[in-house]
């Protein structure tokens, strides 16, 4: 991975691990995550989605026929904003769907520790609820195959980062 600093003040190059752990911290109703995608005519749309970091991967969850599902099928390419304690991250990669079942099945049980009543249902997810904007069940998982990050702290000690991960 390489780290560049950002920072126009003489702030020290934020380390990664400081974004992956504020990540990892993430979970449940407060957490907020915003997914950007490109539409086939070139529009751009962004959303909330439900997202965890897990096994060093950020998940997130949709309906397959929402627009953002669409837009992800003709172009994975995407980016997820977050304001995390601390820190705002912004990640850019690829969506790549998850299909495997002990995934769904890992995963859900992740979804359930921060308190959304998921269940693995085949390649999706089931659950009495969720987002009005995941549309109707069953929900898709998603992976980001992170290509490059950047930071933004708002707390103590400042700086600004880009990390570039070697995908």
Known sequence: METKNL???????????????ALAASRGPGAAFFLGTVGPDATPH????????????????TGPRTRKARNLA?????????????IDVVLEGRAERAVDVGTIERLAAVYREGGWPVEAEGDAFTAPYSAPSAGPPPWHLYRVMLRTAFGVATEEPYGASRWRFDN
């Open 74 to 86: 003709a172009n994975p390419a995407c980016t997820i904003s977050c304001r995390l304690p601390g």
């Open 46 to 61: 962004a959303a909330g989605v439900g997202a965890v970091w897990a096994g060093g991967t950020l998940w997130f969850v």
């Open 7 to 21: 920072d126009i003040y003489g702030s020290e190059p934020i380390p990664w691990t400081r974004a992956r752990e």
